[in-house]
């Protein structure tokens, strides 16, 4: 059973930065993707960022030039973990920011707690 766990939300002034850190737990092999929403009041969750393990990041466009995401995926070490670095933000990138883990491209997504993100003006 897969563990999804999301850390380093907070509250951060208009143009800092935050960095979120997501593990995936229970594998024994590097997942197939990771990637972080995010849902903001009233709204439906959507894309921010994701990335396949050896593959090339993907941006929603609101992000792009602004947030980095990488993710570190070692057999040995049985550990997943992504990382989305965000700088630059601003109020519309509040939200709760949810990571989720596909174990093999078919499978469902593993959802963490959602961890929240505010950006004040």
């Known amino acids: 059973q897969v563990q999804v766990v999301e850390s380093g939300g907070g509250l951060v002034q208009s143009g800092g930065s935050l960095r979120l850190s997501c593990t995936a737990s229970g594998l024994k092999f590097s997942v197939y993707s990771m990637g972080w929403y995010r849902q903001a009041p009233g709204k439906e969750r959507e894309l921010v960022a994701s990335i396949r393990t050896g593959g090339s990041p993907n941006y929603a466009d609101s992000v792009k030039g602004r947030f980095t995401i990488s993710l570190d995926s070692l057999k040995n070490l049985l550990k997943n973990t992504v990382y989305l670095q965000m700088n630059s933000l601003k109020p519309e990138d509040t939200g709760v920011y949810y990571c989720?883990?596909?174990?093999?491209?078919?499978?469902?997504?593993?959802w963490g707690q959602g961890t929240p993100v505010t950006v004040s003006s």
């Open positions: 989720g883990a596909r174990i093999v491209r078919t499978a469902p997504m593993s």
